[in-house]
């Protein structure tokens, strides 16, 4: 038989964590993609609402969803950090520096 070994808390708040940044990680990549795509400022929001789910279509509701996700990444890997695994523990560093850099970033466009 084989020996698992079983998470500890510590550990799902850090994989929570990384799950919970890759959200606004993903459309932040997408908005550069569509803006790179398109000339205006006009165009490349229209075309971006649609990969959006309709609750969300707003773009102040999208903000507050991605600023609200990434700081709630940042709380779970902050948590999560004292993981045994080195692995682990470089991936969950690095989400708290993209998930911080990803917060200023929305915080001074809501400005």
Not at 73 to 93: E, H, M, Q, R
């Amino acid at each position: 038989m084989a020996n698992h070994r079983k998470l500890t808390t510590k550990e799902i708040f850090a994989i929570a964590g990384l799950v919970a940044g890759f959200i606004p990680l993903y459309y932040q990549a997408l908005w550069i993609y569509i803006h790179n795509l398109f000339g205006s400022q006009a165009e490349s929001v229209a075309e971006f609402k649609k990969y959006l789910p309709p609750l969300f279509r707003d773009p102040h509701k999208a903000t507050f969803l991605f600023l609200a996700l990434s700081v709630f990444s940042v709380i779970l890997c902050v948590i999560g950090i004292k993981t045994t695994k080195k692995s682990l523990k470089v991936a969950v560093i690095t989400d708290i520096f993209i998930c911080s850099l990803l917060i200023l970033m929305l915080l001074f466009s809501m400005m």
